[in-house]
């Protein structure tokens, strides 16, 4: 069984301050890892995955991510964050199984302050 | 091009009633995912479609919960006799390629309120 947990359910920031959402996976298998975005009354868009190669990735909106395997995690970061960021974001996990259903954290909220 | 699309955006009914959601997947994807999102908390995986079967269910809460997709595009989420803790945001999700890679396009959801 996998599980994805991130350790903040709401981080507020200032605009232009760097950010870092955290998320941490458990698994018995290989995994591939995303982070999705959830603006309001909006459907969820995806930022970034992790499916193999390179453990650092960049994603749309000048996110990136790094995959760590041997901390099981798979924090989100930005560098300088707009007042258009303010959405709710949830890491999820993808087992290598046939139906690659996701298995969701239960999500950030990230207010981003003026 | 269109994405998915799920209808109705809100759903409201009385406790016991029958209810049927409607997702259309983006044209030509053969897997597609419907997921729960009840209030502050992430999607859960309900049942998974590779071309018109049921591929994988083992998420359905319980058999109140049915869904179908006869002709492997359009599917229907279908609960008998809700109750009051079915209200949630119903997902429907879809993927270009066969359990591929897991990259999978959500539709903006229906909200379903049990009274």
């Known amino acids: 069984a996998q599980s994805v947990t991130q350790l903040d359910s709401q981080v507020p920031v200032f605009e232009e301050a760097p950010v870092e959402l955290r998320c941490n996976y458990s698994?018995?298998?290989?995994?591939?890892l995303f982070w999705y975005v959830q603006y309001p009354n909006q459907g969820l868009q995806l930022l970034l995955k992790?499916?193999?190669?390179?453990?650092l990735v960049k994603g749309i909106n000048g996110f990136e991510a790094e995959f760590n395997k041997s901390q099981t995690s798979f924090h989100l970061r930005k560098p300088s964050v707009h007042i258009s960021d303010t959405a709710e974001y949830f890491c999820?996990?993808?087992?290598?199984?046939?139906?690659?259903?996701?298995?969701f954290g239960s999500g950030t909220q990230l207010t981003v302050l003026p | 091009g269109a994405g998915v699309s799920q209808t109705p955006s809100n759903k409201v009914t009385e406790k016991g009633k029958y209810v049927e959601l409607r997702c259309d997947p983006i044209?030509?994807?053969?897997?597609l995912y419907w997921y729960r999102q009840s209030l502050g908390q992430g999607p859960e995986f309900l049942i998974y479609?590779?071309?018109?079967?049921?591929?994988?269910d083992s998420g359905l809460p319980n058999d109140r919960f049915f869904a179908v997709r006869p002709e492997g595009s359009v599917s229907t989420l279908k609960i008998q006799r809700t109750e009051r803790g079915d209200s949630a945001v119903y997902l429907c999700?879809?993927?270009?390629?066969?359990?591929?890679?897991?990259?999978?396009?959500f539709g903006p959801g229906t909200r379903l309120t049990v009274t």
């Open positions: 992790y499916l193999s190669g390179s453990t």
């Open positions: 044209s030509g994807h053969t897997a």
């Open positions: 479609f590779q071309g018109t079967g049921a591929a994988d």
């Open positions: 999700a879809s993927s270009p390629v066969a359990g591929g890679v897991g990259e999978q396009y």
């Open positions: 698994s018995s298998v290989s995994v591939y």
């Open positions: 999820a996990v993808s087992s290598s199984g046939s139906a690659r259903q996701l298995t």
